[in-house]
């Protein structure tokens, strides 16, 4: 006869990967949101730079791409 704790323990190598996956997009998501925010405060930071030096002239120029 069949132990029934046997039956129900997952394989030692082979139970499933969702947990890692979730964290890896996680992980993803998370860098990402980083990077942006990184951008952000960059871009805040030369504006501020500008405006404290004296300048009036500080919003960015978007030029159109060839």
């Known amino acids: ?3 029934p704790a046997q ?3 997952p ?3 082979g139970g499933s990967r969702r ?3 979730v964290g890896l997009v996680i992980v993803v ?3 990402a949101v980083g990077l942006w925010l990184a ?3 960059k871009s805040a ?3 501020q730079d500008c405006v404290m030096s004296g300048r009036s002239n ?3 120029i978007d030029t159109p791409s060839r």
């Open 58 to 60: 500080c919003e960015p």
């Open 19 to 21: 947990g890692a996956v």
């Open 7 to 9: 039956q129900h323990d």
């Open 29 to 31: 998501v998370l860098l």
């Open 1 to 3: 006869m069949d132990d």
């Open 45 to 47: 930071s030369q504006i």
């Open 11 to 13: 394989e030692p190598g």
């Open 39 to 41: 951008r952000e405060l």
